[in-house]
């Protein structure tokens, strides 16, 4: 005997998304940080996000209104095979690129290393982005597929990971993110010019349910709030226990 079962979602998107980023900058008060001519690296991972390319065009327009000026750099680990070029083929296949941007891609592979933490892991950062005078990240914070821990995919992941380009991302995997990966963005919380981030939370359909600029102290506190707001959001199958599960459609 078999009953129909429907699934619903908690589809609450925002309506405005980029205006509520245009009043989220507004807000944050970073005229007091920042000084006209400086460069600002917009970090940007490899990872989908509703209207990522605008929510890119955003950051860098509110980022020009402070007097700075924004360049775009990829923050994906790596993804992209691993090469500047690839890296920033990928952002091409997402949206993003310096016409949609208004902004210069730099890509790049150089990183420098920010010395060992206690369990041996080398933690490594984009030579760009601690080279800029700011840095900006924008990702979205998700449960990650691997691992489970208080700070899973968000901002804390692009700095330890995104930003590690492809050494980052082998050392930390290799001693597990989820006893490396705070303390990773901890030790590049102290040396990488973090101005702020823009941490994305998306509903099971795919659109922005919360978006929020969070200074660079209240990262670690920010992604694992959000972590538990993405993790109710996230689409499930509803049932703990299956004997047969018989898929009609994917993707």
């Keep these: 005997e078999l009953y129909p079962v429907r699934q619903r979602f908690d589809d609450t998107a925002l309506e405005d998304p980029l205006g509520e980023l245009r009043a989220a900058f507004a807000g944050a008060r970073l005229q007091a940080r920042v000084e006209p001519g400086q460069r600002v690296a917009v970090a ?8 990522l390319p605008e929510l890119v065009a955003v950051v860098v327009e509110c980022l020009r209104r402070l007097g700075l000026v924004p360049f775009i750099i990829p923050a994906m680990g790596s993804h992209g095979r691993a090469t500047a070029e690839g890296q920033a083929a990928l952002l091409r296949e997402l949206g993003v690129d310096e016409a949609s941007a208004g902004a210069p891609v730099l890509s ?31 990702n979205r914070v998700k449960p990650h597929t691997a691992f489970r821990f208080r700070v899973e ?10 930003l590690g380009k492809d050494q980052g991302a082998a050392t930390l995997h290799k001693y597990g ?3 490396t990966l705070v303390p990773a963005a901890e030790r590049i919380l102290t040396h990488a010019p973090v101005l702020c981030g823009i941490a994305v939370v998306e509903t099971a359909r795919d659109e922005i349910h919360t978006l929020r600029l ?31 599960l018989l898929v009609d459609e994917m993707g």
């Design 108 to 138: 790049t592979m150089a990183v420098d290393s920010l010395g060992r933490l206690p369990t041996g892991a080398e933690i490594f950062c984009a030579r760009d982005a601690l080279a800029a005078d700011h840095l900006v990240l924008l």
């Design 177 to 179: 993110l989820a006893r």
């Design 153 to 162: 995919s968000g901002l804390c992941k692009m700095l330890a990971v995104g």
């Design 44 to 51: 940007v991972g490899s990872r989908g996000i509703s209207r």
């Design 214 to 244: 969070v200074r660079p102290e209240d990262f670690i506190a920010a992604d694992a709030a959000l972590l538990v707001t993405a993790r109710a959001l996230l689409p499930r199958i509803p049932v703990d226990d299956l004997d047969i």
